[in-house]
């Protein structure tokens, strides 16, 4: 955790939006995995209720990027900014996919990413109501699809300097999702902070069928009547 907070998560309430959680146990996760006084600007990708950027503007980070592809995400992120009276001369929004966006021409050296990984071979997407939430959870049919998406767009950019920290679920089986990305896309991925929560009910029929060697593998334990995962966040460098 960023020893030199001044503002915890678990104070910053933000609002929220159908379909658009204020926070999430992912994006809490992100925020006290951050050490932000090594950083001076971020780019927020997928950046939802703007709570990732909002945390760190309010503990000093001097700028940050927001990038989201849904309008709705957008609107959501620009009233939060003013509900918490940040200067607009500290931040500005990139609204579109986040492959349109050329790094090169932004100074940023810290990319976060909460991406949706949800496996629509596990669970039908349509469970979801809010058009919002599907794009948020959709992760394509082995959850991996929007994250290889980002990996091979960073794979065309200039990332030497620039650290890229991804929230992640266990159940996506961590030691192997960190080799298939250096081994496709040249990112070489570790462990640096990690957050033990629920597993959704919805997950429940999937998990109790796997072996135990696979809920070994994805960090699925079982305590208190309760399955419970891990929320990863890995940080990514380059090796070109």
Same mark, same amino acid.
């Given at each position: 955790?960023?020893?030199?907070?001044?503002?915890?998560?678990?104070?910053?309430?933000?609002?929220?939006?159908?379909?658009?959680?204020?926070?999430?146990?992912?994006?809490?996760?992100?925020?006290?995995?951050?050490?932000?006084?090594?950083?001076?600007?971020?780019?927020?990708?997928?950046?939802?209720?703007?709570?990732?950027?909002?945390?760190?503007?309010?503990?000093?980070?001097?700028?940050?990027?927001?990038?989201?592809?849904?309008?709705?995400?957008?609107?959501?992120?620009?009233?939060?900014?003013?509900?918490?009276?940040?200067?607009?001369?500290?931040?500005?929004?990139?609204?579109?996919?986040?492959?349109?966006?050329?790094?090169?021409?932004?100074?940023?050296?810290?990319?976060?990413?909460?991406?949706?990984?949800?496996?629509?071979?596990?669970?039908?997407?349509?469970?979801? %109501?809010?058009?919002?939430?599907?794009? +948020?959870? !959709?992760?394509?049919?082995?959850? *991996?699809?929007? =994250?290889?998406? &980002?990996?091979?767009?960073?794979?065309?950019?200039?990332?030497?300097?620039?650290?890229?920290?991804?929230?992640?679920?266990?159940?996506?089986?961590?030691?192997?999702?960190?080799?298939?990305?250096?081994?496709?896309?040249?990112?070489?991925?570790?462990?640096?902070?990690?957050?033990?929560?629920?597993?959704?009910?919805?997950?429940?029929?999937?998990?109790?069928?796997?072996?135990?060697?696979? %809920?070994?593998?994805?960090?699925?334990? +079982?305590? !208190?009547?309760?399955?419970?995962? *891990?929320?990863? =966040?890995?940080? &990514?460098?380059?090796?070109?």
């Amino acid at each position: 955790m960023n020893q030199k907070s001044i503002y915890l998560i678990e104070n910053i309430n933000l609002a929220s939006s159908n379909g658009i959680a204020a926070k999430t146990p992912f994006s809490q996760a992100m925020c006290e995995g951050i050490d932000l006084q090594h950083y001076h600007c971020l780019l927020d990708v997928g950046c939802g209720s703007g709570i990732i950027g909002i945390y760190s503007l309010l503990n000093r980070l001097p700028f940050v990027y927001f990038n989201d592809i849904q309008p709705e995400a957008i609107g959501l992120t620009q009233y939060n900014l003013k509900k918490e009276g940040i200067s607009s001369d500290q931040y500005q929004i990139i609204q579109g996919a986040f492959d349109s966006i050329d790094l090169s021409k932004y100074p940023i050296d810290l990319i976060t990413f909460n991406p949706p990984q949800l496996p629509t071979d596990w669970v039908n997407i349509n469970i979801f %109501k809010e058009e919002c939430e599907k794009k +948020f959870r !959709d992760g394509g049919k082995d959850g *991996k699809a929007v =994250i290889n998406r &980002f990996f091979q767009w960073l794979s065309g950019q200039n990332t030497q300097n620039i650290s890229i920290q991804l929230g992640v679920s266990s159940v996506l089986a961590i030691d192997s999702f960190l080799k298939s990305i250096e081994q496709h896309f040249g990112f070489s991925g570790a462990k640096k902070h990690e957050k033990t929560v629920p597993v959704r009910q919805i997950l429940y029929p999937i998990v109790t069928a796997m072996s135990q060697d696979e %809920k070994n593998a994805r960090d699925i334990t +079982f305590q !208190d009547d309760a399955f419970y995962k *891990k929320i990863y =966040i890995l940080e &990514f460098n380059s090796k070109r």
